[in-house]
């Protein structure tokens, strides 16, 4: 029976199908994903550009995860159900759409999706990627897209650090006023440096409110010699919020990709999406 219940839940309403999408933008014109009543949101503006094309009365789409105000997406999953009426063949709905959006919105594809398949709870997986500029001097073309660093930073210590906070731990001390139950798994944290541009690769379930935000501040205050490798350990035990670092700012911070654990029918999303 509550298999039965779940299925349900997930099931387009009577007269209404799923479509899945991947959907990508750049964080600095919006207020977030989520609708908003006073300000720009990325759901908002793809169902104003859905009205455009005659899908009205669709309801609004379901993405794998919620960003926040500043934060960009590389390929974010979604699912959106359209009434049964709606004309427009599906592959031609990611082009016609793009018609109708800013630049700083696209749609990467589209498909038809299994009447079972939702883009928040089926999703097994979720990868995010902090990037940081690491140089004494700002860089136009990387203005609003990375966090500008102008002290050096070891990234052997940063990764020897995010290597202890790797599995499944209560990570309240990185979370920012989160009511939910505060352990998670946390599949990967690795340091990749570059030339110029850094990135912070994080992998996991599901994530608390500011969570990536929150390790990144912190394994920056290692990388500065702020704290020890070691010390992230005692942070992560005390559960407190102010022994971490600070939130790093949202615009270095990207959602890079989903996974979908079960495979999905053939014309839908497969195991891995991104």
């Given at each position: 029976m509550p298999d039965l219940v779940e299925r349900q839940i997930y099931t387009p309403p009577p007269g209404f199908r799923r479509?899945?999408?991947?959907?990508?933008?750049?964080?600095?014109?919006?207020?977030?994903?989520?609708?908003?009543?006073?300000?720009?949101?990325?759901q908002d503006t793809l169902q104003a550009a859905l009205g455009q094309l005659g899908g009205e009365q669709a309801f609004r789409a379901v993405a794998a995860g919620r960003t926040d105000a500043g934060v960009h997406a590389e390929d974010m999953p979604l699912h959106w159900d359209v009434p049964a009426s709606f004309r427009l063949p599906v592959e031609k709905l990611a082009r016609a759409l793009n018609a109708h959006l800013p630049?700083?919105?696209?749609?990467?594809?589209?498909?038809?999706a299994p009447p079972d398949f939702h883009a928040r709870f089926s999703c097994t997986g979720r990868r995010y990627v902090y990037r940081l500029l690491?140089?004494?001097?700002?860089?136009?073309?990387?203005?609003?897209?990375?966090?500008?660093?102008v002290t050096p930073l070891d990234a052997a210590a940063m990764n020897s650090a995010a290597r202890l906070l790797v599995g499944t731990h209560d990570f309240a001390a990185f979370a920012t006023q989160e009511d939910r139950q505060t352990v998670r798994e946390l599949r990967r944290l690795e340091v990749h440096p570059g030339p110029l541009v850094w990135d912070i690769r994080v992998h996991g379930e599901s994530f608390l409110r500011h969570m990536v935000r929150g390790l990144v501040g912190t394994l920056l205050l290692v990388g500065q010699g702020k704290l020890k490798p070691a010390d992230v350990q005692g942070v992560l035990a005390s559960r407190q919020r102010a022994q971490a670092g600070a939130n790093v700012a949202p615009h270095g911070l990207y959602f890079a990709g989903?996974?979908?654990?079960?495979?999905?029918?053939?014309?839908?999303?497969?195991?891995?999406?991104?």
């Open positions: 479509l899945y999408l991947r959907v990508a933008w750049d964080g600095r014109d919006f207020a977030g994903w989520q609708a908003q009543r006073h300000a720009p949101s990325v630049p700083s919105v696209a749609v990467l594809d589209a498909r038809p690491v140089s004494p001097q700002r860089h136009p073309l990387h203005q609003g897209r990375a966090l500008h660093v989903a996974e979908y654990g079960l495979r999905q029918k053939a014309d839908g999303p497969n195991q891995t999406i991104g």
